[in-house]
């Protein structure tokens, strides 16, 4: 679409944190604060699973926090790609 930019999960979650989020905070209930707190926490992984592995903000979860509290400011695609890693190099003449 025109004037789009894609963005990796990771760069999207930083444009909300740092150009959406500020302007909606006031307005949240404190349970949403602190939703979107803990994925900022996790995507900086300063949380810990019991195991003392990080807990990771995946980007399912970014797009459902994104769709959530940022409605019409993002767009977020879905893909699979295959590919086949044991093909032999193609042939240069």
Do not use: C
Not at 12 to 34: Q, S
Not at 40 to 63: C, H, M, V, Y
């Amino acid at each position: 679409m025109e004037n789009e930019l894609e963005l990796s999960a990771g760069e999207a979650w930083l444009d909300f944190y740092r150009h959406v989020y500020p302007n909606i905070k006031a307005g949240l209930e404190w349970h949403e604060r602190k939703r979107i707190s803990q994925a900022n926490s996790d995507f900086n992984g300063r949380r810990k699973k019991s195991d003392g592995k990080p807990q990771r903000l995946g980007p399912e979860r970014i797009a459902d926090i994104l769709m959530t509290y940022a409605p019409g400011r993002y767009r977020v695609e879905y893909r699979v790609a295959f590919f086949r890693v044991d093909s032999p190099p193609p042939v240069v003449e």
